[in-house]
């Protein structure tokens, strides 16, 4: 069973840096893809930005330009920088990782962009 945990949520303010990890419990080459996701008060889930097996990377249109996934230092991390952060981003963030047709999900960090 692959577990995944999110760390780095904060209260920021408009403007501001956040960097956001996720941990697997295991190499995520093991991995097709992996993902963060966010879902605000009353609106669904949505995708933020995706990471495949090639490092090819894919990003929601509304933080193109601001928000970066990458590969932590580790074998098993994905991170989320993301830079000039609104009051819009504040959301709880999941991590996401698939396997085939599985996935699987973090139990998500709270993002709150306020002055």
């Known amino acids: 069973q692959v577990r995944l945990v999110e760390f780095g949520g904060d209260l920021v303010q408009p403007g501001g840096s956040l960097r956001l990890s996720c ?3 295991e190499s995520i080459f093991n991995f097709n893809a992996m993902g963060w ?3 605000a008060p009353g ?3 949505e995708l933020v ?3 495949n097996v090639g490092g090819v990377t894919n990003y929601a249109d509304s933080v ?3 928000f ?3 590969r932590g230092g580790a074998k098993d991390t994905v991170d989320l920088q993301m830079n000039a952060l ?3 981003d ?3 963030y999941y991590c996401k990782a698939r396997i085939l047709r599985n996935d699987f999900w973090g139990p998500g960090t709270q993002v709150t962009v306020s002055s």
Do not use: L, V, W
């Open 49 to 51: 930005a995706t990471i």
């Open 68 to 70: 970066t996934i990458s």
């Open 43 to 45: 609106k669904q889930r």
């Open 23 to 25: 941990a697997a419990s």
């Open 90 to 92: 504040t959301a709880i």
């Open 86 to 88: 609104k009051p819009e």
């Open 64 to 66: 193109k330009g601001r």
């Open 37 to 39: 996701y966010r879902q």
